[in-house]
């Protein structure tokens, strides 16, 4: 797989795609042909070869505004809040990869290469915080790209957050696959106290050799159950998500993965099944036929068969569990692996009394 000579290493999408938004996609074409041939990457056919440059750029940005409101009904999540806009995680099949198209950049290689972060970010949490029309509800740290991507090892905007959550005694959701989250244990312990955090950790798969090709910059397996167990031991709630079940990839893996996070201290386990909207279509077939050859039709006929006859389905409340026979083998074996692992384990409903407390200064009383 890494051997192709046109594969590019460390990243999960192997070229850029035109922006839908692009008005001039000609233009963007002509460049990228000329790019190419500068560096020597068009083909005899003429087609372009993908961009082998892999520098990860950041873009400052100053937002307005920092806290969104989810209006998808499957979602599960009221709020969120992301600091940075694209991943350099670069797992191919992120659902996340078209709104970078909203920047005017690719959900392709730009998605991983070119990083918007958000300075400002800490100071707006706080200000919508302090608003008198503020009620408190969970917000959820990620839902569209990871608050630990490599850049947050640095910036540390994401620790800033949760110090203000903290604050403001103000519940907070975290999504993330990377064992950076072991960092602010310190700080989740003491929201923790206050029953102000859960943790959810994206285990995609059990198998390092697929989780490096699907997702090359994230935690590696090992880090990410260790940073489960560590998280689990000091009484942070934590659940696991399996997304996305790719059949033929990992579907196999349910039972075993679930057995896994439960002996570790996981608390539940979801999972949603992939679904390559708008242009992850593309890039994932692209993708798989490069790195998976020998199974790549049958991966993607597999997963057309669990939304009827094509790769993504946007309808609410079925794009995510998806239908037909596969989606129905998975959602049964889920159904036994939480019974046989989950059974007598919740998680905890997140303490929204706190923060108004804090507002109205009744926190003095306790």
Request: positive net charge.
């Amino acid at each position: 797989m890494s051997g192709s000579k046109d594969y590019i290493k460390g990243r999960g999408a192997q070229l850029n795609v035109t922006n839908k938004f692009d008005t001039h996609s000609h233009k963007f074409r002509d460049e990228f042909l000329n790019y190419c041939a500068a560096e020597g990457e068009v083909g005899s056919d003429g087609r372009p070869f993908p961009i082998k440059k892999s520098k990860t750029v950041l873009i400052e940005t100053f937002p307005k505004t920092i806290v969104n409101k989810i209006t998808s009904p499957d979602v599960g999540m009221g709020y969120s809040l992301n600091p940075y806009q694209g991943c350099e995680h670069g797992c191919v099949y992120c659902y996340a990869r078209n709104t970078h198209e909203y920047w005017g950049y690719s959900a392709g290689l730009d998605f991983e290469q070119k990083i918007l972060v958000k300075r400002n970010a800490v100071e707006l949490l706080e200000k919508k915080l302090q608003s008198k029309n503020w009620q408190a509800a969970p917000i959820v740290l990620s839902g569209n790209t990871d608050c630990y991507q490599p850049t947050e090892k640095n910036l540390q905007i994401t620790r800033g957050l949760l110090q203000t959550f903290l604050k403001y005694k103000h519940p907070v959701g975290i999504i993330t696959k990377n064992a950076l989250v072991q960092r602010d244990i310190d700080i989740l312990k003491e929201l923790a106290a206050d029953n102000l955090v859960h943790v959810n950790l994206s285990i995609t798969s059990l198998d390092e050799e697929i989780r490096r090709m699907m997702e090359p910059r994230t935690a590696s397996v090992t880090k990410r159950l260790e940073t489960l167990e560590k998280l689990s031991s000091e009484n942070i709630p934590v659940s696991v998500m399996m997304a996305p079940i790719i059949p033929g990839i990992n579907s196999h893996e349910i039972l075993p993965l679930v057995k896994a996070v439960a002996e570790r201290g996981a608390l539940s386990v979801g999972y949603t099944m992939v679904r390559l909207n708008g242009a992850i279509g593309g890039i994932f077939s692209y993708w798989i036929k490069k790195t998976l050859p020998d199974r790549a039709e049958k991966v993607l006929h597999q997963i057309q068969d669990c939304h009827a006859g094509n790769l993504n389905d946007s309808e609410f409340g079925r794009r995510m569990k998806g239908t037909g026979n596969i989606a129905e083998q998975v959602h049964q074996q889920f159904k036994i692996a939480r019974k046989k692992y989950l059974s007598e384990r919740s998680t905890p409903k997140l303490n929204c009394d706190l923060h108004a407390q804090y507002k109205t200064g009744q926190m003095s009383l306790f």
